[in-house]
């Protein structure tokens, strides 16, 4: 059975490359791929299905989309002449010839509900490429309200790109608070069908949604109380990540905001530049307000050059700790900085450039007057000694430099940096390298191993007790092996 | 005009005249009895029916609840300046399109931020400034909530205390005076890690105590393990990070059977 799904598989892509290459009859391909993963129940050749619709995007016309959707639905039923009416009119005569031959081809037959979505899809794609957004709305508003009707897993696939689709549709005319309900409405039902890829798709929607009207609270709020499951796709898998990091940025968990951005920036394919240059942004001032200093090379990284410019100045300026230097990068680049809505994390950037500026000075000197370390960080203030002052005495309880203050001197004192080697120090930083690498280890051999169930249908019962006894022995033997270790 | 709407505004009118009498049980008696009132109409959130009145209606009770934040911040009340702020905030956000926007409503969005300041809920502080556009930013209210923030962040806290004397609303005193303390507990904190010692004066000068006896008074109270040696207060400083004279020996032996376990499995 198995063999002969992959055999069929197989054919398909060779027929394509080497028959004519006209889009109507890719398009037609597709079209029986979907059909006979609709009867075999494989979402696995929608998926495909889906994939191959992207390569084809670009060829898509007016005409060819008319003759296709003559082919797969029955001329007078409902969806047919709506999504009829979204088709621009002009090339009529065009039409009329390709629907005459491939009308006769089409035998007259009730469409799988799987090819109605999928014409749905085909139709959005092409308007929302044809820039008609408004035709493109209601194209999608009908396709979500006949989804709603339809429960069959092998539709999830087609109906979790529809979702992306209605939701860019709505963005681009800039009416996207208007279909929050919606969404809220459709992740619903996807929980209650156990649709795991629309669940994924539709949160991340509904997270870009509320980020992009900077609505965090309620962001955090949906995203912590949604069920979390194995991501099923990579890209909305990264996305999550990246809305993640967004949201843990705005409430001060910096750590765990960088981790999510660089995994989220690691793992976008190479082909979604945008998506890096976004991830590499935010990630880069992450992690200077962590106080690090990311590595030239992040800013060199090919077509990310000039997008990064403003935030390499930035950085530059943070790792001098020159406040005058960040305030003119600040002012020069605000326009940037204000389109990437980074403006107010910017701000927020002040403070560390006066704590390595401060930490540079502590290096430096072993002891300076408070004057000086004033004059230094150029505080422009009313009464920049005492400022200097409890920036200093902050810095200390902070633990940012190691230094003591002498208040009747006005004197700034650095200590001797300890010999770290003479602590436990190296010891535990030691012991959670090896913890890490052991752990990426297991988790490496976890992942080669097959997903479970997999193979349970075939098993009968007799057999799943003899495996079972087997397992249970093996483990009381593991169990008595450790024993006798200790 | 609706019965209802007369009622209410009827009963709003008496709720002011008690406000500014300063007849705060009076006060608080009506505007929950306003507050149960104002549940009977359609148009408010999180209904937003378009009834023919609706804009009276929702002007109505968002001046209602903008008189309600303020009244708990004179009773000093701030569980109950939470819960009116979050009643109020939809008309802002939500029904901000089809309202002429509030004179007060850049007042008390700062107020809120100072709020969020003094509890000391920097992560909720930021989530909200997220909200406000660029043109909210440059409003005296928040920018002064924006900028204490960022002094106190610095550690540059006298600049926060005299902030104390270009508050933009005489309402805004009674959080300053709420910072003030929260500076003063921060100081403390931060002098207890950079000074060895501090003479007596100093200190108070820093602590903006008006006199000495207060300063003890406070000593005693929050920090016993301070001494007061000649003069001056000495502060304990914990030695942390001591060179380490015992080896972990417990510790070091489970690391390495662990190791041991876990290579064993890779071999």
């Known amino acids: 059975m198995t063999q002969d799904v992959e055999m069929k598989e197989q054919h398909q892509p060779s027929n394509s490359t080497t028959s004519s290459p006209s889009t109507l009859h890719h398009l037609k391909e597709i079209a029986s791929l979907i059909e006979t993963g609709a009867y075999a129940k494989e979402t696995r050749r929608i998926q495909r299905a889906v994939r191959l619709t992207n390569t084809l995007r670009r060829k898509l016309k007016a005409s060819v989309l008319y003759a296709f959707l003559n082919f797969a639905l029955s001329a007078g039923s409902e969806s047919f002449n709506r999504l009829i009416s979204y088709l621009p009119k002009e090339d009529e005569h065009e039409m009329e010839v390709d629907t005459a031959t491939s009308v006769t081809q089409a035998p007259a037959k009730h469409p799988l509900p799987e090819l109605e979505i999928y014409c749905y899809l085909l139709v959005l794609i092409f308007l929302i490429d044809q820039k008609k957004h408004n035709e493109a709305k209601a194209c999608s508003s009908a396709s979500i309200a006949r989804l709603k009707n339809l429960n069959r897993r092998t539709v999830d696939v087609l109906a979790s790109r529809l979702y992306s689709y209605y939701s860019l549709s709505y963005e681009l005319t800039g009416d996207l608070a208007e279909i929050r309900g919606s969404l809220l409405a459709l992740h619903r039902i996807a929980t209650l069908r156990h649709d795991e890829l629309g669940q994924e798709t539709l949160l991340n929607l509904l997270l870009r949604n509320y980020l992009h009207y900077n609505l965090y609270d309620q962001a955090e709020k949906l995203r912590s109380k949604a069920p979390r499951f194995e991501a099923h796709s990579n890209q909305q898998f990264c996305r999550y990540l990246f809305y993640l990091g967004k949201i843990r940025t705005i409430q001060l968990e910096y750590t765990d905001a960088k981790e999510s951005l660089l995994q989220a920036a690691r793992k976008a394919p190479a082909a979604a530049l945008a998506f890096r240059v976004q991830c590499n942004k935010w990630a880069v001032i992450v992690r200077l307000l962590l106080g690090e200093i990311p590595e030239r090379t992040v800013f060199m990284q090919k077509g990310m050059e000039n997008a990064l410019r403003p935030y390499f100045e930035l950085t530059n300026a943070v790792r001098i700790g020159d406040l005058e230097l960040f305030k003119s990068v600040a002012e020069k680049f605000s326009s940037t900085f204000s389109t990437d809505r980074t403006h107010n994390l910017i701000v927020r950037l002040r403070h560390n450039v006066i704590r390595t500026g401060l930490r540079n000075i502590s290096i430096s000197y072993s002891r300076i007057s408070l004057a000086d370390v004033a004059k230094k960080l150029r505080l422009d203030s009313a009464n920049p000694v005492a400022d200097a002052e409890s920036i200093v005495a902050k810095a200390i309880r902070d633990g940012a430099i190691d230094a003591t203050l002498d208040r009747a001197n006005g004197w700034m004192v650095s200590k001797e940096t300890g010999d770290i080697y003479s602590t436990n120090e190296p010891q535990l930083a030691f012991n959670s390298r090896i913890a890490f690498c052991l752990n990426m280890h297991n988790e490496a051999v976890r992942a080669l191993r097959f997903p479970p169930n997999s193979h349970k249908e075939k098993e009968s019962a007799e057999k799943r007790r003899e495996r079972q006894q087997q397992e249970q022995e093996l483990a009381k033997h593991i169990a008595e092996e450790d024993d006798d270790e200790f | ?267």
């Open chain 2, 1 to 267: 005009m609706d019965p209802k709407l007369t009622e209410v505004s009827q009963l709003f009118e008496r709720f002011k005249a008690a406000c500014t009498r300063e007849d705060f049980n009076t006060s608080t008696n009506l505007l929950s009895q306003l507050k149960v009132l104002l549940t009977g109409f359609r148009s408010l959130p999180p209904l937003f029916e378009n009834t023919p009145n609706a804009v009276q209606e929702l002007t109505i009770a968002r001046d209602v609840f903008e008189h309600a934040v303020l009244l708990s911040v004179t009773i000093g009340d701030q569980e109950a300046f939470e819960r009116d702020f979050f009643q109020l905030k939809p008309y802002y956000t939500d029904a901000g399109s089809f309202l002429p926007q509030s004179p007060q409503e850049y007042m008390i969005l700062g107020l809120n931020l100072l709020r969020l300041l003094v509890q000391n809920r920097i992560a909720e502080f930021h989530t909200e400034l997220e909200l406000l556009s660029p043109t909210a930013l440059e409003n005296p209210c928040i920018k002064h909530a924006v900028e204490l923030e960022q002094s106190f962040m610095e550690g540059a806290y006298n600049r926060v205390l005299s902030a104390k004397q270009n508050v933009p609303y005489k309402t805004y005193d009674y959080f300053m005076d709420l910072l003030a303390k929260t500076v003063r507990d921060e100081i403390a904190g931060c002098s207890e890690k950079a000074y060895d010692y501090l003479s007596i004066s100093d200190a108070r000068q820093m602590l903006l105590f008006p006199s000495e006896n207060e300063l003890l008074e406070y000593i005693k109270e929050e920090h016993p393990e301070w001494e007061i040696k000649n003069g001056s207060v000495v502060f304990q400083k914990a030695k942390e990070s001591a060179p380490c004279k015992e080896i972990p020996s417990l510790q070091l032996i489970n690391q390495t059977l662990s190791y041991a376990r876990e290579l064993e499995r890779i071999v």
